[in-house]
C-alpha cells in the first residue's frame, strides 16, 4: 500500500480558533484522517497513518498499541463559561452539570493577564471558585485553570485559599519554561499540580519527571508528535507516579478520537478535556460523532480511529483569518 495523495482541510468552527485537518489516501482505497493542533502548526500526519493502518488491519487503533482495559473514557468539560461575576459562573456550571458532566474546568483569574497580581485578583479568582462548589455540590469535579500566568508566590497563595473548596486540580499555575519557579510553587502547594501542554517532545518533559515537578501532565496528541509519543510520555511519567490527564484543546472529532485510542491502555491516565463549546460543529462535520453521556465517551470499536468526516460539510466552512490581537496601552491599564 502506497500514499497517493495528501488532503487538507483548514475550517473555521465559529469559535475561537481554525480547525486543521488532513485526509491521507492509499492506492488501496484506504485513507485515514488526521487533526493538528494550529496554533502551533504541529505535524497531523501520524493520526492519518494510524487511522490507515487500523483499518488495513480491521482493528481499532488501541488494538495495536497493546489492546484496551477500559471501555469508556473520563471527560471533563472546558469552554462552557466561567467568565463573569461568581453568580454568573456558577449558573454557568449547574447548566453543564445538567448536561450530564461530573467534572468542570475553567480559569476563574480576571484580566490582565499578570505575573505579579493584586489581593483583590486574587480574591476575586477564590470568590468564582467557591461561588461554583457551592452551586454544584461536593459530587462535582472543579479543575482550576491558571494558564501559567502567575508568579509562584501568588500561585501558592492563591492555591492554599482555594483548599476549602477542595479542587480536583491547580493547572499549570507556573510556565514550566521556568521550571525552577513552578518546582519552587509546587512545593508549597497542597493542590494536584498540573503541565504540560506547552511541552511538545520526550526529551522536553524528562527533566520535569527527574525534578518531580507536577503530579499530573497534560501533552495534547495533537502537537506532542501524535498517539505514539503520548503513549510514551505517559510510560515515561509511570516509574515517578505522575499521572496524565491529556489536553485536548482540538475538535471533538479526530483529535478527540486520537486521544480516545492513546489513553484506552494507558495505565497512568486520569480523565482528558473536552469542548463544549466545540460540540455543535464536531456534530455537523462527523459521520459517526462521539457522544458523552454521564461524563464518559464509549471507546470505538470500529477499525482504525473510528471516525469520518464529512468533506462536504467541511468545505461550507472556509478558513478566517483572525485580527491580529490588540497590544495593551498605558490607558488601558
Known amino acids: 500500500m502506497k500514499i497517493t495523495n495528501v488532503k487538507t482541510f483548514l475550517i473555521d468552527p465559529g469559535t475561537s480558533k481554525n480547525w486543521l485537518f488532513v485526509k491521507v489516501e492509499t492506492d488501496a482505497g484506504t ?69 450530564g458532566f461530573t467534572a468542570l474546568k475553567f480559569d476563574p483569574f480576571p484580566g490582565p493577564w ?22 454544584v455540590g461536593p459530587d462535582v469535579e472543579i479543575l482550576v ?29 507556573v510556565s514550566v519554561r521556568d521550571l525552577n519557579g513552578l518546582v519552587q510553587a509546587k512545593q508549597g502547594i497542597n493542590l494536584p499540580v498540573v503541565t504540560g501542554e506547552e511541552l511538545y517532545t520526550k526529551a522536553e518533559f524528562q527533566e520535569v ?17 501524535g498517539i505514539l509519543e503520548l503513549r510514551e510520555i505517559a510510560a515515561m511519567a509511570v516509574p515517578v507516579h505522575i499521572a496524565v490527564a491529556p489536553h485536548n484543546y482540538n475538535s471533538t472529532t479526530v483529535g478527540l478520537a486520537a486521544t480516545l485510542h492513546a489513553v484506552a491502555g494507558m495505565t497512568n491516565f486520569l480523565i482528558t478535556e473536552y469542548f463544549v463549546n466545540f460540540e455543535a460543529m464536531g456534530n455537523e462535520l462527523a459521520l459517526n460523532p462521539f457522544k458523552v453521556e454521564n461524563s464518559y465517551i464509549e471507546l470505538p470499536t470500529a ?21 491580529t490581537r490588540k497590544l495593551r496601552q498605558p490607558q488601558d491599564e
Open 31 to 99: 485513507y485515514g484522517w488526521g487533526e493538528a493542533y494550529t496554533q502551533l502548526d504541529r505535524d497531523c500526519l501520524e493520526h492519518a497513518l494510524w487511522d490507515i493502518v487500523g483499518k488495513a488491519a480491521n482493528q481499532p487503533v488501541y488494538n495495536l498499541l497493546g489492546g484496551a482495559f477500559r471501555t469508556k473514557i473520563r471527560v471533563y468539560a472546558n469552554g462552557w463559561g466561567g467568565g463573569g461575576t461568581p453568580e454568573q459562573a456558577a449558573e454557568q456550571a449547574v447548566a453543564v452539570v445538567k448536561k
Open 303 to 323: 477499525p482504525g480511529l473510528g471516525i469520518d468526516l464529512d468533506e462536504a460539510e467541511l468545505a461550507k466552512h472556509p478558513y478566517r483569518e483572525f485580527p
Open 209 to 225: 519527571f527527574e525534578r518531580r515537578a507536577v503530579d499530573i501532565i497534560n501533552p495534547d496528541v495533537c502537537n506532542c508528535g
Open 145 to 173: 485553570e491558571v494558564h501559567r500566568r502567575l508568579a509562584p508566590l501568588h500561585a501558592i497563595r492563591v492555591a492554599r485559599l482555594m483548599e476549602p473548596y477542595a479542587p480536583f486540580w491547580y493547572e499549570e499555575p
Open 114 to 135: 499578570r505575573a505579579h497580581i493584586e489581593r483583590k485578583d486574587e480574591e476575586a479568582a477564590v470568590a468564582k471558585v467557591k461561588a461554583v462548589r457551592e452551586a
